[in-house]
């Protein structure tokens, strides 16, 4: 099963943040595979994988003096994601990079917004986890150091990412022998 993005071209304005949307071909899935994918953090990545379709999202919070501001933006924008859902939805989010030395404490605030913004409508979430980036790619690419960006050339990296974890929790993974790029 091979995949490729269209080109970015739609902007999508939730709650005065603009995201640009990129958006695949129909791929050939059975409905029933459905998740979400966040890699948060200032600049994010939203996957979804719904009906057969694999949607890439990205975007840029604003750049506010108060960086509380980003924490309440990342909640509204995982609250509103989730109101666009009929069903509930298996969700996995970015977690954090052991190792990495730079703004972990920062992103943290931000993961945690994203989650609880997703969480605050509970029917429509099936499954939460927040599991390590190598992790998740290990499961879906079978390598832990290979990237969403790799995949897909064409793919902001952050939504790239996203659409990796977006897979993991639609239940798509490596030993399924498909081929995702």
Request: contains cysteine.
């Amino acid at each position: 099963m091979q995949f490729q993005f269209d080109k970015a071209k739609e902007v999508t304005h939730i709650d005065g943040q603009q995201m640009l949307v990129s958006r695949t071909a129909r791929m050939v899935l059975p409905q029933n595979f459905i998740g979400v994918g966040i890699d948060p953090g200032k600049n994010f990545g939203i996957g979804i994988v719904y009906n057969g379709d694999v949607i890439a999202i990205w975007g840029r919070l604003p750049d506010r003096d108060d960086k509380w501001e980003n924490v309440k933006d990342a909640y509204r924008l995982g609250r509103r994601l989730m109101e666009r859902f009929m069903v509930p939805m298996p969700i996995v989010i970015e977690g954090p990079a052991f190792g990495a030395k730079f703004g972990q404490p920062a992103l943290a605030n931000l993961r945690a917004a994203f989650y609880l913004g997703l969480h605050s409508h509970q029917m429509r979430v099936a499954e939460c986890v927040v599991l390590p980036p190598a992790t998740i790619r290990k499961r879906v690419l079978g390598d832990g150091n290979k990237h969403g960006k790799e995949c897909w050339p064409d793919l902001n990296p952050n939504a790239a990412d996203a659409v990796v974890m977006s897979m993991l929790a639609a239940g798509l993974s490596y030993n399924d022998k498909k081929d995702f790029t």
